[in-house]
């Protein structure tokens, strides 16, 4: 009786149906042993310490990331890790950041009658120039519909208008007909900026659509564009990933985007109309454009931290699997009144990330704990928290485009980043999963917990290429993002909804939340056993044959 009610504690402790059987006969029971030692408790702790005000939000170079990083750099060598960046722990990575001043800067529409002012805040928000202190701008300005061009699926927004020395008007995203890969290929922004380039034009205005102002509230780009963006740095001090050419980057409200169409061959709303059908219509506008953006530059370093399982295998680890989590957030902002009705210009991130980065830590816990029972896993296990996701995926861009710490070759990543625990969870979403053989890994490590992997409910998001893990993906390393689907109820998903508009990047995301600390423990366990799985398999984690990520970017590496 005594086994018996020792497995069914087992069970309930993964989240599993009770069995009879106990754990899966082709999983060590140190596996299912150090799953079950996965804590809500601990996670709310350091969900607490991450989320606290005295870190000041984690803003990428600050004084409260830096404390979050030696917070975590302690529990890597509490844990035992080995130390897996240049300075200890620490990988520095130097940065160059732009402020831009909006005050001291200015834009207008030109035209035959004259000039029209946009109202910065109000009708624009001008990006801040990488490249140049001081610039101004003067040129025509013509709506390229998505702004993109992929000519083998036969689009081509810049087919038929010429855009040489001109300001691109473009949506964000991509065509909604493109398949769920392509689409998320082609919204990239550093793909955009690449092919105006490539054409010749020298800005780029971004639009939205209705629907998706619907879910990206003003305001809060207003605040977000009122804070520096960062770009890391080669050993020349050249801001990585940055097209110089382009010398005007700006976003429209409701009202810009009214003043830009005005006297345009067709409306916004036909545009805009048009585009969800993925009708290529492209134009010159009525309107020029004449700008001048005044940047602060800065140099500053802020560091991902590295920690070190040794793989077993003598032949296999040499090959890593990187566990990822964004450490940083978006710091001190503009305030915004909380629920106790007080101004608060803290953004927390205790979803966006700490969350994320206490499951990291938990999983890494969890591998020590098999290390001390003398069942690591073949293949070596990097614990990566990651500095400048929120300017751009910066840090765990810089990590894979780096030579991996002693030697090792990453192979795959696991990438976990805000974990909603708003509600119970019982279904997970696996971005990337269709890619790559650690989808089916996911269905077995969330089954072995209780949970269902569902597809991509919003595949208009492309969130597939909004986190860490697209970093990885770009060197051709297989890659996955799973998130909580919560309970994928109406209820649920009324309530994302509601987070994503009134809470996401703002100083509302903090301890103040409902977070089901079970629920995340679950999630966390799912997370172990699908590291497990890639990090013990015989076989490292491939493309699936014919994969359209597999085929542009693993290739170039030759897997």
Not at 238 to 254: K, R
């Amino acid at each position: 009786m005594r086994n018996l009610a020792l497995a069914v504690l087992l069970a309930v402790a993964l989240g599993a149906p009770a069995p009879g059987a106990g754990p899966p006969a082709d999983l060590p029971k140190e596996v299912t042993a150090a799953a079950a030692e996965i804590s809500g408790e601990r996670l709310h702790g350091d969900v607490a310490f991450l989320a606290d005000d005295l870190l000041e939000g984690r803003g990428t170079g600050t004084r409260g990331y830096d404390l979050a990083a030696k917070y975590v750099a302690n529990r890597y060598a509490t844990l035992g890790l080995d130390a897996g960046g240049t300075d200890a722990y620490l990988q520095p990575v130097p940065f160059r950041c732009a402020l831009i001043d909006q005050e001291k800067s200015s834009i207008a529409l030109t035209g035959p009658s004259g000039e029209r002012p946009l109202v910065i805040a109000t009708d624009v928000m001008l990006g801040s120039d990488m490249v140049r202190t001081s610039g101004s701008v003067t040129a025509g300005l013509v709506f390229v519909g998505y702004g993109v061009a992929a000519p083998e699926l036969g689009h081509d927004d810049f087919a038929g208008v010429d855009v040489r020395g001109k300001v691109l008007v473009a949506f964000r995203g991509a065509p909604p007909r493109f398949a769920h890969n392509e689409r998320a290929f082609y919204s990239s922004s550093l793909v955009k900026e690449q092919m105006a380039v490539a054409h010749g034009a020298i800005g780029i205005v971004s639009i939205l659509k209705p629907s998706d102002a619907a879910r990206s509230p003003w305001a809060r780009s207003v605040r977000q564009g009122r804070m520096s963006s960062c770009k890391w740095t080669d050993a020349q001090g050249v801001p990585a990933n940055t097209q110089p050419t382009l010398e005007l980057g700006a976003y429209l409200s409701d009202s810009g985007v009214q003043a830009i169409f005005a006297g345009a061959p067709i409306s916004y709303a036909k545009a805009a109309e048009e585009a969800e059908a993925s009708v290529v219509h492209s134009f010159p506008l009525a309107w020029g454009v004449k700008a001048h953006r005044e940047t602060r530059h800065t140099q500053l370093t802020s560091p991902n931290v590295v920690g070190i399982l040794r793989g077993s295998d003598p032949k296999l680890a040499g090959e890593a699997v990187v566990v990822s989590a964004h450490l940083d957030h978006l710091g001190i902002g503009t305030p915004v009144t909380g629920k106790d009705g007080v101004p608060d210009p803290i953004n927390n991130g205790a979803y966006d990330n700490a969350s994320g980065t206490a499951m990291m830590l938990e999983v890494a816990r969890a591998f020590t704990r098999l290390s001390q029972a003398g069942q690591r896993p073949k293949r070596t296990v990097i614990f990566l928290a990651v500095t400048g996701e929120e300017k751009g995926l910066q840090g765990s861009d810089y990590f894979a485009r780096h030579a991996p710490p002693a030697g090792l070759e990453v192979v795959g990543n696991v990438n976990v980043d805000e974990i909603l625990m708003l509600r119970p969870i019982t279904s997970v979403i696996g971005f990337g999963a269709e890619h790559t053989s650690l989808g089916a890994q996911l269905e077995r490590a969330a089954a072995l917990v209780g949970f269902t992997v569902v597809p991509d409910p919003m595949p208009e998001e492309v969130i597939f290429v909004r986190s860490d893990q697209f970093s990885f993906v770009k060197q051709g390393v297989p890659g996955i993002f799973p998130v909580s689907n919560m309970d994928g109820g109406p209820a649920a998903q009324a309530a994302d909804r509601k987070w994503n508009l009134e809470v996401y990047h703002s100083p509302n995301d903090d301890m103040t939340q409902v977070f089901d600390w079970e629920s995340g423990a679950k999630f966390t366990r799912m997370a172990f056993f699908e590291t497990w799985f890639a990090a013990d398999a015989a076989a490292r984690p491939s493309w699936n044959p014919g994969d359209f990520f597999g085929e542009k970017f693993g290739r170039a590496r030759g897997k």
